[in-house]
């Protein structure tokens, strides 16, 4: 086995552009809990699952690993306020954050460039992080463009 620097790890990744979301649901007392995520992969196209994963002891961990349904958010490029929003961690991320209710009283933000809502299919052990496997109930597009994660920081798309 060879021993990987986790810094180098970390720079490596970064060199991978993903697109910014942000990922809501309910904790066990029914209060909306949501993140910014950039780990939103699609798994699938029939049945329709995408997945994405959260660190262990990041804030809401616990609400996400006990969750039946989760929301997911993709960001557009003029949302890096809401993203940073939600990257920190605060008591109620939504005092003022404008949602409405979805499948399973599922928090939504009402402005996003793609909105998946999901049900849990899977939790998955994924070292320090938790993988949860989503199956897609219902789904929002609206063209825009995507906010992007570089290196470190957000990105717009050059073309």
């Known amino acids: 086995m060879t021993d990987i620097d986790s810094d180098t790890l970390r720079k490596s990744l970064g060199a991978f552009a993903t697109g910014v979301t942000v990922v809501t649901a309910?904790?066990?007392a029914g209060n909306a809990v949501g993140m910014t995520v950039n780990s939103f992969t699609a798994?699938?196209?029939e049945p329709p699952l995408v997945l994405w994963?959260?660190?262990r002891?990041?804030?809401?961990v616990d609400a996400f690993s006990t969750a039946s349904h989760y929301a997911v958010h993709?960001?557009?490029a003029d949302q890096e306020a809401l993203a940073d929003h939600f990257a920190r961690d605060r008591d109620d991320k939504?005092?003022?954050?404008?949602?409405?209710?979805?499948i399973a009283g599922?928090?939504?933000?009402d402005d996003f460039t793609a909105r998946f809502q999901c049900r849990v299919e899977q939790r998955l052990d994924g070292g320090d992080h938790v993988m949860l496997l989503g199956r897609v109930l219902a789904l929002d597009h609206r063209p825009g463009e995507?906010?992007?994660f570089h290196a470190g920081g957000y990105r717009r798309l050059s073309i």
């Open 26 to 28: 309910r904790d066990p």
């Open 43 to 45: 798994v699938s196209l």
């Open 53 to 55: 994963s959260v660190a």
């Open 57 to 60: 002891g990041v804030g809401p």
């Open 74 to 76: 993709v960001l557009h």
């Open 94 to 102: 939504f005092a003022d954050i404008p949602f409405t209710n979805g």
């Open 106 to 109: 599922l928090p939504l933000l």
């Open 146 to 148: 995507p906010l992007i």
